[in-house]
């Protein structure tokens, strides 16, 4: 690959051309007549040439989204000469194969918000002659890593570490609100995307490496470490980006693993990845084993977006390997073997306590419209209730029942008729919750009118023999806390991302 690494006005002539050419999303896809950037991929998209013939914005989109080549004087006329001469200079233009008058653009270069990023293209330029390679560079603009940068806090930090970074388009966004970040990935050819990328962008508080996990950063902590690792389970060694060893987690739990030595107290890892559920070991336990002797000092929460049953992780495999049937059956056998029950697609996220409190353990399902508000707020509730005095502090503090709360009743066949058995609490904001409830409970949120205290509540419940005699104010806190944790009700201190 020939992409220019040394610092060189063309970055700056590029980026100034881009700009003032409006090659942002909103521009592009309303040229393509598409909603956003990633309906190119996988692409069966061809525009009609004529619709996108002439003006900067069209050529440039062309030439760097949709790969097509140009004689060089039709590009010199539509970007000007010395626009195609810096584009020449950094690597951007080279003389298709086979034609010694076409130019094309042999990687793909798009905004990803206010940045402009490379990476390998999903389609093979026209007549270029290129094939993915094996270590491919994940575009930037998938829709995974969409949701994964979509999902990321964006509050200031000092020190931000993107594992796994591909073109570095996470860790050059955090250079946005971290002091320094670091972005590190195996393959010569991502480190050598990534560092093009930085160069392209200006910025001059990331740092890009390239090494196995955390090499290289061997003497350094983070105050937030994040990584959209390989996770799928596969049964050959093909692609870098994609490959997660026999169960998809190989990457994963190493990464885990070395979590103790670089997250400093107080500081968080964020992943999103796919990991599974198996015999007589729940995902959130296993993550808490993979982190060693120390796992005391770590909190774990699990936030799954999508569960799927291994003979369905096992259909995907052969459709994506273009394998045949028989690979199905491989991959159904190879998952049994590990005793995958079920495979969670989502986040993984590891906090390293900072004071002596109880370590947490949780895991959510997504809702509609979970997002890094609601995972920012399901930390500060985990860790202010696993702290000493939480159920203290919470007799004084006035619940709220939220309006987006549910009560359901299961009904259950008995002798020919369907009768009430269950009553449930439903929520999907923050989180989608189903909670099996004590019929009191439909008396108890009521009373959550966000001017009665927990102890009053508690007074209330007793006196009405909602609740046994010997229940403790402690006890009742701790089940009002359940509730709170569930998304059902609301206290002022912790109040979910939607609530009034
Ligand atoms: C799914 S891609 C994600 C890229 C980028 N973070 C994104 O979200 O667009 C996974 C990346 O992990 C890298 N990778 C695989 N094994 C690795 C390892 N042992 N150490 C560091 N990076 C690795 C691959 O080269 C690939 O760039």
Redesign the pocket.
Known sequence: MALCLQNSPNFEILRDYLRSNAFNESSICGLLGIDRLDDLIPSQYSPAKESISSGPLRHLTRLFLLGESFPRAELESGLSAPVVKALEGLGLASLDSGSDTRLFCPVALYPFGPLYIVSDRWLAPAGSGLKFPE?F????I?P??WE??DMLPVTPCDSFL??????G??ALAAAAYARKAWA????AR?THMAEFNRLLNGLNNVTVLK???F?GAENLEFDRIV?????MPVLHPDK???DGGADGEQ?TR?IIAGLPNYLKPGGCFYC?AQASDRKGALLEDRVRGWLGEGQADFDVAILELLVQEPKDAAFRYALQSRKGFETVNLMRENLARLGVESIAYGWIIVQRKDNGRKAFTVRRAGGRRTGREEIAWLLKWETFAAGPSAFDDLLGTTPCARDSLELRTIHKMKDGELVPEQLALHAENPFAMDCRVDPWVAFLIPLCDGKTTVRRLWEKCKAHNFIHAETSPEEFAKFVGVLISGGFLAVAEYLPPDSP
Do not use: K, Q, W
């Open positions: 270590d560079v994940y575009p930037a998938s995974n890593t994964f940068i993107e594992l796994c970074s591909g073109t388009a996470v590190i990935d195996i393959t991502a090494g196995d996990l090499e990584a959209h690792p390989p996770y870098i980006f994609y990457i190493r999103l």
